[in-house]
């Protein structure tokens, strides 16, 4: 596994791209950030998050108070425009549907360099606020990572928030932190093995449903970890 490095460009580039967005996003929406007590600054953790909507990375990242490492899907760097900033943030691209060993080998040094991560155990936009169910592979990172990982809720990023915004009726945006988690060890194999990541996965995404209105949670409606 090679040492990762924050490309000098990007190094530069974010501060300045993060407070672009911001300033996009509170210029169209009343802003709520809730739970920032909770992140664990200064150790390398993985941020998960529910996704409806291509506005969640942007939304999530510009308002984080520590630089996030992001990974995105491929297709996302095809936009007009959107391939020059997710390259000039350093964002890691990713093809999905396949197994990807370089794409594993920087998530795994990235966090070992100490750097948080952002993913979306759901492996992409729902195009709903109903959660699907998390991705078995997202499941073998958590495993291998040995990280703690960080629940988060994105409420109002949903596909027609531009065309709201656009409008001027300042649709609210709201950002909540959960309590880390610290998952229990994967168990046996074959099998047995995939339905212990499997339920890692769901324990995760339960936590982040608990952060949500229920029109959110979906699939974990009923297994909704809520917080005090």
């Known amino acids: 596994m090679s040492e990762y490095q924050i490309p000098l460009r990007a190094k530069i580039l974010r501060p300045i791209i993060k407070a672009g967005i911001r300033g996009v996003f509170r210029t169209f929406s009343p802003i709520t950030i809730e739970g920032k007590e909770n992140i664990p600054f200064g150790k390398p953790y993985i941020l998960a998050m529910n996704h409806v909507s291509y506005f969640d990375p942007p939304f999530i990242t510009s308002f984080w108070p520590e630089s996030l490492e992001v990974i995105g899907a491929q297709t996302a760097f095809q936009g007009l425009g959107q391939k020059e900033i997710l390259t ?18 920087k998530i795994f040094s990235a966090l070992k360099a100490g750097h948080p991560l952002l993913i979306a155990p759901e492996g992409g936009r729902s195009r709903e606020v109903a959660m699907k169910r998390a991705k078995p592979g997202v499941a073998y990172i958590f495993e291998k990572a040995q990280v703690p990982v960080l629940p988060v809720g994105i409420i109002g990023t949903t596909v027609d928030y531009w065309t709201r915004a656009k409008k001027r009726e300042r649709p609210p945006l709201t950002l909540r932190i959960g309590h880390e988690i610290n998952l229990p060890p994967t168990i046996s194999k074959g099998k047995a093995r995939r339905e212990s990541r499997q339920r890692n996965a769901d324990l995760v995404m339960s936590h982040i449903a608990g952060l949500l209105p229920e029109k959110y949670r979906g699939v974990y409606a009923d297994t909704a970890i809520e917080f005090p």
């Open 88 to 105: 000039w943030y350093g964002v890691i691209p990713v093809h999905r549907g396949n197994y990807d060993r370089i794409l594993l080998d």
